[in-house]
């Protein structure tokens, strides 16, 4: 409708559409070359996390609070900043997908031994002890991500409860 009604709205959400498409294919090929991802050259972790939750709002009306607790941000190691980054990133493309939050909050903060970033959402939650699809990969690569750095990944889910994933990285 869009189209016919305001040709040049569309033709700016188009155009916005293709730039992401465009960042997430360079996101794609950092991951795979394990590089650091394309869209954080610019910007340090904490601007990049609060730019997917802007984005995630942007692009799916779901409000989403975004919250750091970090003071020294230059501490984090460059694999820090990409494992928190993907995470987040993924997270918040599993929650676009099936979740169907009302509300979603990310936050990234330390305690004495780990950093630590936890994104919640009021969806529809999951069975978090069913067996999950062979073909969701998602998760595992995220559990992957963060054992490579001694870290861990926890999922807490219900069905019609939401979602709480945190990842924790020792410092």
């Not at 070359?33 to 709002?57: C, G, H, V, W």
């Not at 990234?108 to 936890?118: A, C, I, K, Q, S």
């Not at 490579?148 to 219900?158: P, Y």
């Amino acid at each position: 409708m869009t189209v016919r009604d305001d040709p040049d709205a569309a033709a700016a959400r188009i155009g916005d559409a293709i730039d992401e498409i465009n960042a997430t294919i360079r996101d794609i090929r950092s991951y795979i070359m394990d590089l650091k991802p394309a869209r954080l050259t610019n910007e340090n972790l904490i601007q990049s996390l609060r730019r997917l939750a802007n984005d995630f709002y942007s692009n799916t009306f779901v409000p989403t609070e975004f919250k750091s607790e970090i003071e020294d941000i230059d501490r984090l190691s460059n694999d820090h900043v990409n494992t928190f980054f993907m995470i987040c990133k993924e997270t918040l493309a599993n929650i676009s997908k099936h979740a169907h939050a009302r509300n979603v909050s990310v936050r990234f903060y330390e305690n004495e031994r780990d950093y630590v970033l936890t994104i919640k959402d009021d969806g529809v939650g999951f069975d978090d002890q069913s067996e999950r699809k062979s073909s969701s990969n998602g998760i595992t690569n995220m559990r992957q991500r963060a054992k490579s750095l001694n870290g861990m990944l926890l999922i807490q889910s219900q069905p019609n409860a939401g979602t709480t994933l945190s990842a924790r990285i020792p410092k």
